[in-house]
């Protein structure tokens, strides 16, 4: 079935070690999203991408990035991670950018950081 | 005030109940409404989205909306058990020639077998 795939579902890291999360699409949409969602908590959007065009959203710490190497693939890397960044990393896809667009989530990376 | 208040419940029914789940906003620009469900360590999924004010209905599901109070509801007749999730409302507009979407907290619902 045509899904969004992330992996790993469950990352541990260490205080300031770089953590890498995945996210892939078979539903060949033009925009991923990353969200950060901490407990009992909306998700946040962090950034995305439409295409290749990147779109930082202006409260997103630069300790974060993401590389969007191809259509189906999408990268969320956490450069120096601290103890308030454990959270749940939603990826998401649309088929665009419209309002009316639905957006279709993975089932979420949980970050633990020690 | 944030954009999308949504009381966090929790919220516990006996199965077969009537649910009602509530979101007010602020922001007269939303465009579009929609729930999305959540089970455990799972990523959100669309349930049901609508543009314009008034009721939609599928199935056990019916989606409110109310530009006037700026306020959307999400009834579940005939509730089950595995309507037992975190139900989240959001709200899509236009800033910066981007659609943003944005969510409220989430109201953890278990009904009760």
């Known amino acids: 079935d045509a899904m969004v795939i992330q992996n790993p579902r469950y990352q541990v890291t260490q205080f300031g070690k770089p953590v890498t999360l995945s996210c892939s699409q078979t539903l060949n949409h033009n925009v991923m999203y990353w969200y950060q969602q901490k407990s009992s908590q909306a998700p946040k959007l962090l950034f995305h991408?439409?295409?290749?065009?990147?779109?930082n959203e202006a409260d997103t710490p630069d300790n974060f990035q993401s590389r969007r190497p191809n259509t189906s693939f999408c990268f969320l890397d956490i450069r120096s991670p601290g103890l308030g960044d454990a959270a749940m990393y939603l990826c998401?896809?649309?088929?665009?950018?419209?309002?009316?667009?639905?957006?279709?989530f993975g089932p979420g990376t949980r970050l633990l950081v020690l | 005030q944030k954009e999308v208040e949504q009381d966090p419940g929790p919220l516990s029914v006996p199965e077969g109940a009537i649910v009602s789940l509530n979101c007010t906003y602020s922001?007269?620009?939303?465009?579009?409404f929609m729930w999305y469900r959540q089970y455990s360590r799972k990523g959100p999924e669309l349930l049901m989205y609508t543009y314009s004010s008034g009721n939609k209905e599928d199935g056990r599901f019916t989606a409110q909306v109310d530009k006037s109070s700026k306020y959307i509801s999400l009834f579940i007749r005939d509730s089950q058990p595995s309507d037992s999730a975190t139900y989240l409302c959001a709200m899509t507009w236009r800033q910066g020639g981007s659609e943003k979407l944005v969510f409220g907290k989430g109201m953890k619902l278990t009904v009760n077998p």
């Open positions: 991408y439409y295409d290749k065009d990147f779109n």
């Open positions: 922001n007269s620009a939303f465009q579009y």
């Open positions: 998401a896809t649309s088929r665009d950018l419209a309002s009316q667009e639905t957006q279709y």
